[in-house]
């Protein structure tokens, strides 16, 4: 059977352990080494696994996941299990455009129970001060059955405000609203994933 995506990419290139390649190192951004401490105590305290640098990570990813403008490099990733379901977390440097400084988010990704069709979820705000969530993708009615009332209630009780399932895994980045601390946005990630009915990821799984 062929394994996910999120776990092939958690293995990595050990010829290549960064992804980068000779090329992608010209003009990176530096590795910050109390970034990188904070990152080695969380896997430390968690038996999670810390890798510096790993451009596999996001190989293959939807761009909508990530922030317009050039692909940025992955730094500090943290990649184990919570909740039994294997997820991972880094920081995505990248820059606006080729020439503007370097900027960070936080993303977080979560392992799906089966492949599905590609869903962007946001919460977009309304002229009147309310907001409603949206759910798109191919297969509409995917987004509609998957984006269930008591599933807009959890991500308006955790915050989010954008998130994609694209086959195997759930992506958001700090840029998509929810709680703020890497431990809680993983607590709340993995909370969302099991709220889903099980006939639903059943009935919609490519497995």
């Not at 390649?21 to 696994?49: K, S």
């Not at 990733?77 to 997820?87: A, I, K, N």
């Not at 399932?165 to 759930?170: A, E, F, K, P, Q």
């Amino acid at each position: 059977m062929r394994r996910p995506r999120l776990l092939r990419a958690l293995v990595g290139d050990s010829s290549d352990p960064s992804g980068e390649g000779r090329a992608g190192r010209v003009d990176a951004p530096p590795v910050e080494a109390e970034r990188a401490a904070e990152r080695r105590e969380l896997a430390e305290t968690h038996g999670w696994t810390y890798t510096e640098r790993h451009q596999g990570a996001i190989q293959g990813w939807p761009r909508t996941a990530l922030p317009p403008g050039p692909l940025g490099r992955v730094h500090h990733e943290l990649t184990g299990r919570h909740h039994g379901r294997p997820f991972r977390i880094f920081d995505y440097v990248h820059r606006g455009t080729s020439e503007g400084p370097w900027q960070r988010i936080e993303v977080c990704a979560v392992a799906l129970p089966v492949l599905v069709p590609y869903v962007y979820i946001r919460d977009v705000p309304a002229a009147d001060g309310s907001d409603d969530v949206y759910a798109e993708g191919p297969d509409t009615r995917f987004a509609v059955e998957l984006l269930s009332e008591s599933l807009r209630a959890d991500l308006r009780r955790h915050g989010f405000t954008d998130l994609v399932l694209d086959r195997d895994v759930l992506i958001c980045t700090s840029d998509g609203g929810g709680p703020a601390d890497p431990e809680s946005r993983l607590e709340a990630l993995t909370d969302l994933v099991d709220r889903v009915p099980s006939d639903v990821w059943a009935r919609w799984s490519r497995d």
